[in-house]
């Protein structure tokens, strides 16, 4: 599985890079606003990103319209060469998926929540489909099963394109493991999510008595 960052702060995605697991970062309006960026911005916000790793990086549309959220994709593919248009799950959504995969531009499409979403954002041509796994579970809904249902779906099916699943909306290293082991493709994790996937306290403590023994070595 790969690890993507799902953040737009700059210094986050520095260190994931500089771990070298990161294979990709995907943005939303509200991740872009949390770092309070600017309207006129964003465009340059979102190279900045692409210039720190030659992953994907999605860039999500904001238009409600398959008009202006193809103009929307085609501006922002042309941002940077690993740009990839991240688009809502909706009629129009996916009307722009079409004409943007028709003329070669990649599109993630997001807020999947069901199967039969994960199936027309692939029917229509989207490269990524980004189910959301922490926000089923915020309402008492089993996220990881919604999650494999969509990878079990989207896998039976030859869709004439490469598509490939993100675990989206992750919030533990338990989601993690478990859309690992059904195969999942990617897993977009917050920075904070990252930083826990390191930890444990067996290892913590492993290296605490490493170090003390190789004290007494120094000192023998
Ligand atoms: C997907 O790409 C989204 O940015 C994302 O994972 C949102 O998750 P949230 O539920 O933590 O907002």
Known sequence: MKFFLDTANLAEIEEAASWGVLAGVTTNPTLYAREGGKLADFHSHLQRICALTDGPV????????????????????????????????????????????????????????????????????????????????????DGIEHLANTVTALSNYDF?????????????ANHVTQAALMGCDIATVPFKVLKNLVKHPLTDRGLESFLADWEKVKNS
């Open 58 to 141: 999605s860039g999500e549309t904001v238009g409600l319209v398959r008009d202006e959220i193809v103009r929307e994709g085609i501006e922002l593919a042309a941002l940077a060469p690993n740009i990839i248009v991240k688009i809502p799950v909706m009629p129009e959504g996916l009307a722009a998926t079409k004409t943007l995969f028709e003329r070669g531009i990649k599109v993630n499409m997001t807020l999947c929540f069901t199967v039969p979403q994960a199936l027309l954002a692939a029917r229509a041509g989207a490269a990524y489909v980004s189910p959301f796994v922490g926000r089923f579970d915020d309402i008492s809904e």
């Open 160 to 172: 004439g394109h490469d598509i490939e699943v993100i675990a989206a909306s992750v919030r533990s």
